[in-house]
């Protein structure tokens, strides 16, 4: 009876409206213009023009339409007795006036925002034709920073915005996707067996894993927003601390079903590859392979070209296909994609299958709906990477030796080396075919809203979302690899089920006049976040069968299961005042209740404050409208909490394999004194236009401090019975200056040309440690001789310490007098090296002609050092090109260690050195020498040539509406002072806290080239 009532008054209220349709065009040419708001005022009533600019929709006689649309004025009309209304909507000069989402998903006008933030449109995203589409934002947004862990498909790729701030915990932002959280994680290690002991551990220097974000389809995204600081973001709590991707995804519009289908076909080549020298041949076996300070290679020597033969061409083929419509009250989407990727290194890959389904429904007028629901399927296949990695085992392969010819005649490993079978390093092709790494991921994304208006000055908006998914990983050391062979193989399973709720509810205060001059609205909200992770790993060793790949196949067996949950429950508050619509000011609070925390210190309150001024708008300034289109102020300050990683407070017990067994405390010691960290922010800026909005700048200064900061993993004295403790006491500062420069040289009826330059230069710095600790560092970025990216007050947060050459008080290197040899730290030291560069630019430029479009994005780095580690491999083994010297006699600069090298007068060394016979020249070489300063690099991101097929052609036919064909070249050419094959390069995974491995090169592939080809057609 209750649903009949309902229904019942539901009809009479339709009964009493009537239909209004029109025609919605631009003043500018009289073109129709489609995907135009059209909303009944102070409802949630509304509809939007279709592909031909025309729409309906049911509203009494009283009503008025609001008409609004991107870069226009929004005009009303009020509904009479005609059943007809046309509009013409004017294009708005004025930038300020745009309607931009920003937290929470609130659509504000952009004159009344203090914060700093950057959108960027899905259209663009997808254009750049990445599978992971967080590699599409390089160069694209001011203080966004990414980086691509290798060039083989599905590696990680880590974001940070206005740089690294934390020492060893997470510096990625949140990912919002349509209002809620989702889980960006790269899986880490850690989860598998192995990592229990220090012989099977591969820790995050060998493999990588995909980071989640890459499960979202590019061509699902509407639009894209980076809120850049912790004012932007600071109602998103602590998991903002870092900043927040604020993802749109597609709606369907009112009109006719649409079918719309793309497509994508890409072939990558190698960039290149590293010169090895060919005139000197082996002279020993090493620990793993051969070192080459022998003699000459003889004359006529045939030499196999393992490096070239190595790589492939490898094809990639994407397609997409959509179908959206709707009527007056109720939109949908469907869409669905196949993504084949196949990569430049045999036998890696990745697929992915996307299906998404959206639905708007407007019931009545104070209930509106919205469902979306998005599955993903991803199958991935990685090759190993640094030590251990087939580039390494390529590169030290004797050239005199066909490396194709991995297996012996009866199919087992063929050795070349009198080393046992685990210390010769494996055959690349070898290690391609028969160790393995692959990730399959199921993720459901589920996310319901409800909109409900109980009266025309406000409404309530709820959210649940669920983020569901099973990622299942192996890792395969084939029982005759150098790594499985001492175990007879090694298997290691890691299932993660992971299980995301997140709940938020928003009472939406509307803007309203408190007078003539002062309006006011408000959010007052409350979200709760329920995380658990589940992770069952099996390790299985002693292969039956060496070639069957199954658990039930191993003699000796082990697992563990690891289990986090972490609940988050927030409140908090937004308000903003306005004054004659040239003066804003918001305030914000939010308070955090997390279970990671001890109780007593788990609950805090953070506040923002920011502010906007539009200068040109105030009466007494009419004047600057000579020289300004329009022109604001902005200035925000928040402080924004963190905790801490779940359990960092609580000891657990574990199985111990020791003598009669049992249980036992682990590695990790108990904090219960441990508390959140707390981050305040400064930020001021100013936005300019010029020219009637023809040029725009956008400069912000900002300024970060982080007190109390939560360093993980820090080592103790055994004697207190654990070896790590998670501590309170690190504090960092991070500054910069961001600047965006927008503008339309040239715009007619035919032409136009549109550029966007974005400009940060950026620092972090260490201020302090916990107990006053002279470094902290991340043990996985120790992963190559003795350097790592450790952090030691008063240098940079991406700073490198080593154990590097000893230096007297002049700073000139000190030698052991005996062999005429650099001496070496025996602890490691701060030698003044840098990662971060001293600015970056991204310059995007668009150009349009009639129905030809070319559009193409570059990517300036000034600055930064870079480990190459490959090249110091090489070297210490006499292959590397800068060894062919090696006859020649020198005397290394520095001063000699006998007593006098710190006086006044250190006695100069005078040794002669020649290395040919003074191997150890080569081989005791230390990493410092590798560590190359000041790189730059200008590479071409990407640039794509689009033409769409004139209207005049397609009239001809009813079935194609429209269709366009595109050609885009990704990472075409690079240029750069850096000697290795890519200066884009992580060391480890984006799994990997601090700063990372990024800057570490070690046996790491380089990003391809390649080229897409293409179409979209719309049915």
Do not use: C
Request: glycine share 10%; no cysteine; hydrophobic share 35%.
């Amino acid at each position: 009876m209750l649903l009949f009532g309902l229904f019942f008054l539901i009809g009479q209220t339709i009964a009493q409206e009537n239909t209004v349709s029109g025609t919605v065009t631009s003043s500018e040419d009289g073109l129709s213009l489609p995907g135009v708001s059209v909303k009944i005022k102070s409802s949630n009533v509304g509809t939007q023009t279709n592909v031909d600019g025309k729409y309906t929709i049911r509203a009494k006689a009283g009503d008025i339409l609001v008409f609004s649309f991107l870069g226009t004025i929004a005009q009303e009309r009020i509904v009479g007795t005609a059943s007809q209304i046309n509009v013409s909507l004017k294009q708005d000069s004025k930038a300020l006036d745009e309607v931009v989402v920003t937290a929470l998903g609130s659509t504000v006008q952009k004159r009344s925002l203090g914060t700093s933030q950057q959108t960027v449109k899905g259209e663009d995203i997808a254009g750049t034709q990445r599978e992971n589409f967080i590699n599409s934002l390089q160069g694209r947004v001011a203080g966004v920073d990414v980086i691509s862990t290798s060039g083989v498909p599905g590696a990680s790729s880590s974001i940070t915005i206005r740089g690294v701030s934390s020492i060893s915990g997470s510096n990625q932002p949140l990912f919002i996707i349509d209002g809620l959280p989702i889980d960006n994680k790269t899986l880490n290690t850690s989860a598998f067996f192995s990592e229990i002991s220090s012989t099977t551990s591969q820790a995050n220097r060998t493999n990588d894993f995909t980071n989640r974000s890459s499960d979202i389809n590019p061509e699902d995204i509407e639009s894209l927003v980076v809120l850049k600081g912790p004012e932007a973001a600071a109602l998103y709590g602590i998991d903002a601390a870092n900043g927040a991707i604020v993802i749109t995804t597609k709606r369907g519009k009112v009109g006719a079903g649409v079918i719309d289908y793309s497509n994508s076909f890409r072939i990558e080549t190698p960039r290149g590859k590293p010169e090895i020298q060919r005139e000197y041949g082996p002279s020993a076996v090493g620990s793993t392979t051969f070192l080459y300070f022998g003699d000459k290679y003889p004359a006529g020597t045939k030499f196999y070209d393992n490096i070239d033969g190595f790589f492939k061409t490898a094809l990639t083929q994407k397609h997409n296909l959509s179908l959206s419509g709707g009527a007056e009250n109720v939109t949908y989407r469907i869409s669905s994609s196949f993504t084949n990727q196949n990569g430049i290194v045999p036998n890696s890959k990745y697929d992915r299958i996307t299906l998404t389904g959206a639905t708007q429904a407007t019931l009545n007028k104070w209930l509106k709906t919205d469902l979306s629901l998005n599955y993903t399927y991803a199958n991935n296949d990685q090759p190993r990477k640094g030590d251990g990695g087939p580039l390494i085992g390529l590169l030290v392969w004797p050239q005199t030796d066909d490396a194709t010819n991995y297996l012996t005649a009866v199919g087992e490993r063929r050795r070349i080396t009198t080393l046992g079978a685990g210390s010769e390093i494996d055959n690349p092709y070898f290690n391609v075919n028969k160790n393995k790494t692959n990730s399959k991921n199921n993720r459901i994304l589920a996310n319901l809203g409800l909109t409900i208006t109980p009266f025309k000055w406000a409404n309530i908006k709820s959210n649940i979302g669920v983020d569901n998914y099973t990622n299942q990983n192996v890792i395969l050391r084939h029982p005759e690899s150098t790594a499985g062979f001492g175990f007879r193989g090694i298997l290691d399973i890691a299932n993660d089920v992971t299980r995301n709720i997140n709940v938020q509810n928003l009472f939406n205060i509307n803007k309203f006049n408190i007078n003539k001059d002062i309006s006011f609205d408000a959010t007052i909200g409350q979200s709760l976040q329920d995380l658990r992770s589940n992770i069952d790993a099996s390790y299985g060793e002693n292969f039956l069968d060496f070639n069957f790949v199954s658990i039930n196949n191993t003699y000796i067996r082990n697992g563990r299961n690891s289990q986090v949950r972490r609940r988050l429950f927030s409140a908090f508050a937004r308000a903003t005042a306005s004054y004659k619509n040239y003066l804003y000011l918001t305030l914000t609070g939010r308070n955090d209740w997390t279970s990671t925390i001890p109780e007593g210190s788990n609950s805090f309150f953070y506040p923002s404050i920011s502010s906007s001024f539009v200068f040109t708008d105030v009466p007494a300034f009419k004047g600057l409208q000579k020289y300004l289109t329009s022109g604001k102020l902005r200035a925000a300050f928040a402080q924004v909490g963190k905790d801490a990683r779940p359990y960092a407070f609580v000891p657990g017990l574990e199985y111990k394999g020791t003598v009669a067994g049992g249980y036992g405390l682990g590695f990790t010691g108990p904090n219960p004194g441990l508390k959140p960290e707390f981050a305040k922010s400064y930020e001021i800026g100013t936005e300019l236009s010029f020219f009637k909005d023809r040029l725009g700048l956008d400069v912000t200064v900002y300024r970060k401090e982080t007190s109390d900061q939560i360093i993980n993993d820090i080592r103790a004295s055994y004697a207190t019975g654990y070896i790590l403790f998670n501590l309170n006491g690190g504090s960092t500062r991070n500054q910069g200056l961001e600047i965006t420069l927008s503008g339309t040289p040239i715009k007619n009826k035919n032409f136009a040309w549109n550029l966007l330059t974005n400009f940060e230069s950026a620092r972090g710095k260490v201020l302090a440690l916990p107990n006053a600790l002279p470094e902290s560092y991340v043990s996985d970025t120790w992963l190559y001789g003795n350097v790592r990216n450790g952090n030691t007050p008063g240098k940079s947060t991406r700073s490198l310490t080593g154990t590097f050459y000893l230096r007297n008080k002049q700073g000139s290197i000190i030698i052991d007098p005996t062999t005429g040899l650099p001496l070496r730290s025996t602890t490691f030291i701060d030698g003044g090296y840098d990662r971060q560069p001293d600015y970056t630019i991204g310059l995007t430029n668009s150009f349009s002609y009639k129905n030809l479009s070319l559009s193409f994005l570059l990517d300036f780095r000034k600055g930064g050092d870079i480990l190459n580690a490959t090249q110091q491999y090489l070297t210490a083994r006499g292959l590397s090109m800068r060894t062919l010297d090696r006859m020649e006699p020198r005397v290394i600069t520095g001063v000699l260690r006998d007593g006098r090298e710190n006086s006044d007068t250190p006695t100069a060394n005078n040794i002669v050195v020649i290395p040919n016979y003074q191997t150890g020249y080569y081989t005791g070489i230390s990493e410092e020498l590798f560590i190359e300063k000041d790189i730059n690099w200008v590479r071409l991101r990407d640039v794509t040539l689009n033409y769409k097929l004139p209207s005049t052609l397609l009239k001809k036919q009813n079935f194609i509406k429209n269709a366009s064909l595109f050609v885009t070249g990704t990472d075409l050419f690079l240029i750069t002072n850096y000697s290795g094959l890519d200066p884009i390069v992580n060391g480890n995974s984006a799994a990997v806290g601090g700063s990372g491995g990024a800057g570490i090169d070690y046996g790491n592939f380089p990003i391809p080239a390649g080229i897409n080809l293409g179409l979209r057609i719309g049915l």
